[in-house]
Every structure is written in C-alpha cells, then in structure tokens.
C-alpha cells in the first residue's frame, strides 16, 4: 500500500479550533452568557482549586482563564497554566513559610477528639447526603444573595482565631514523635521545575513531585497501599485549609514582609510506630501540601510520602513504595501527553506492523499447505 498526498491539512487543523470554539459559544438558550472568570473561582471553587494545584501556579484568575477556555478539561487546563507558567521569569524566592501561620477556615483531626484550640469543620461536604438538590435547577439570584446574608446573620466570626496551634507540637512534647532534623528538614527544597528527577531521589523531591501531581493518579496509588498493597494504615493527625502568608525581603531594610497569601491544603498523618532496643519507638509521619482546597489530594500525598519512606530505605515490596514508579505515573501532563500521542500520525509505524504481520501470515498458510 503507497502512501497517498493530502491537501489542506493546515486549514483542516485550523478549522477544529473554530468548531472547538463554536460548541462553547453555541447555546439552546439565546440570552446565555459568556462564563465570568470570577464566577468560575468562586461557583466552581473545588474545580479552580484542583487546576491550581496540578497547574503548579497561584493565579486565580489565569487559573480561571484555563478552564474556561479548555471547557472544563482539568488536565488541559493545568497544561495551559504550566506552559504559562515557563515563559515567566522567576524574580524572587520567597523562604520556606510556616504552616503555623495559616489563616486557617477548616481544621479537623481523626487522631483525637479534643485538639489544642478545637476542630473546625469549615466548608465541607463530609456530612452531607449525595442528593442532587433540585431547586439549584432554576436557583433565581434573589435566593442565591440571600445564602450569604443568612449566614453572617446566624454566626459570629469575630471569635474565631485566625491561626491554631499544629497538633504535632503536642505529639513532640510527649515524645511520641522524633525531633525536628534542623540538618536534614532545613535544607534547601528540591525544585521540580528546574531540576530533572534522577533516581534515587530525596523526600524533597518526592514532594514536591506530589504536590503538582494529578489528583486522581495520587488517589489510586494511595488506594492501592490503602487495600493491603502496603502497609501504612496512618491516622490523620491533622487536615487543615487555609490561607498562608507570603513573605519577601523588603527592597530597602530587607525585612521579612507580608506580601499576600495563597491557599493551601495541608495534612500530616501518624502511621505504625518505628524503633528498637537501640532507638526510641517512636510514630512516623507523613506529609502532603498543595496549592487550593485540595483534601483528597493532600491526604493521598502524605500517605504516598510515608509509604515513599519506606521504599527509600529498605527494598520496596509493592508499588506504592517504589519511588520510581510513583514518581513517573501521577503526573497529569506527562500521562495526558503520552495517551493523547497515540491520535498522532502513526501511519509509518503501522504500515511496518502490516507488512511483518501479511509476511507472518503467508509463512503460516505456506507451511499448513505442506502439512
């Protein structure tokens, strides 16, 4: 089989951007209108948040740009943000911020029932019944105005502290847990985005990995370890989300200086206890942090971080543990890019499988004929 020359491939490439571009202005309704940035941040708030994060760029609104032009694609939106993101110059690093100072809106823990400074339940779903609610069909904007007045009419958030001690602290004072390493838990992060990932890796790497990972990749993996294909049965020691103070050095007396806060989702699990006649037993810990209301992602990070610990330091036995298999796997846009390759012409390769394939073929009939 010859090949055969096709003309206007560019105006056809050309010509998927419109039709793309027509389904998202196309409506039943004559009188919709254009989706507003603000309105994708603040209406599709978990959304946003998930983009944020697996984008690897604090941008609310270029956040919201991304989806709104992928149509609601996460990992098209992510890729948008990321590509976005390699064509900025860094121009400062800010010094490595402590989660003690989040403004924190929910913090809970399954660890205990009583923590230093009380558990905050926040926005959540976890309570509630998965139920469609119908009346959000035809919600009328009188009705939607009248959410937030109820709520500042029945509740006071004036006594409600801004920030809350970290349930860890106590967990350290009664030795429960080892000591801060100011060697090793001070040292310089490892960056992702302009570092390689050459194995073996450090924590540092692993997590910052994880932290632009794609949620749903974190949560498998972390589910598998979670079935019995590990063994780190942690217990959330602390989940909180919150908005975390950036500082700078001030341009002239070089001071620490509040510039804005992103949020963030943090959590930090207490799994099976280490130690011997030599060493102290002690629990060990694992971490997870992102950028956005995140949980499932954080909680799946700091339970893939205590089971990464464990392949780092003896022969991992199942794949959660493998450094080099998670590492590789949870990130969204190498794994979209690898799968959407396959749409790409593939027309020389195929022609080959073909060709091995009829010779296999007449080799076979040749010899049942001499049978």
């Keep these: 089989m010859g090949y055969v020359a096709i003309k206007g491939g560019a105006q056809a490439i050309e010509g998927t951007k419109d039709v793309f571009e027509f389904l998202r202005t196309s409506q039943n309704d004559s009188h919709a209108l254009p989706l507003d940035v603000g309105t994708i941040e603040n209406q599709l708030r978990l959304l946003h948040s998930r983009v944020i994060s697996e984008g690897g760029v604090y941008h609310p609104t270029l956040a919201s740009l991304a989806i709104k032009q992928s149509q609601g694609d996460t990992l098209e939106a992510a890729f948008a943000l990321r590509a976005y993101r390699s064509t900025q110059p860094r121009l400062v690093e800010t010094p490595v911020l402590d989660s003690k100072n989040m403004r924190v809106t929910r913090r809970i823990s399954s660890a205990f029932k009583d923590i230093p400074g009380g558990q905050m339940l926040g926005a959540t779903t ?221 027309y020389v390769t195929f022609q080959s499988d073909m060709d091995r394939l009829r010779t296999t073929q007449k080799k076979q009939s040749k010899k049942e004929s001499q049978l």
């Design 126 to 346: 976890d309570y509630h019944l998965r139920l469609l609610r119908m009346e959000l069909l035809n919600e009328s904007p009188e009705n939607f105005r009248k959410v937030t007045e109820i709520l500042f009419e029945n509740s006071s958030i004036d006594d409600i502290p801004d920030t809350f001690p970290k349930v860890l602290d106590a967990l350290r004072a009664e030795g429960l847990l080892p000591e801060v390493n100011e060697t090793t838990d001070n040292k310089k992060p490892f960056d992702i985005t302009r570092e390689p990932l050459v194995f073996p890796v450090d924590r540092s790497a692993a997590l910052a990995t994880m932290t632009r990972a794609e949620q749903g990749s974190l949560l498998a993996i972390a589910y598998s370890n979670m079935r019995g294909y590990g063994d780190v049965h942690p217990t959330i020691a602390e989940l909180r989300v919150g908005y975390l103070p950036v500082l700078l050095p001030h341009p002239i007396t070089g001071e620490l200086t509040e510039v804005g806060e992103v949020e963030v989702t943090e959590c930090e699990v207490v799994a099976m206890y280490e130690g011997d006649n030599d060493n102290e037993a002690t629990f060990t810990l694992g971490y997870g942090a992102c950028f956005g209301n995140n949980e499932v992602k954080a909680i799946s990070m700091a339970i893939l971080d205590r089971a990464l610990q464990k392949g780092m330091n003896e022969e991992p036995a199942n794949p959660s543990e493998d450094p080099e298999f998670v590492l590789l796997h949870i990130d969204g846009i190498d794994s979209m890019g690898f799968c959407t390759h396959y749409k790409m012409p593939h």
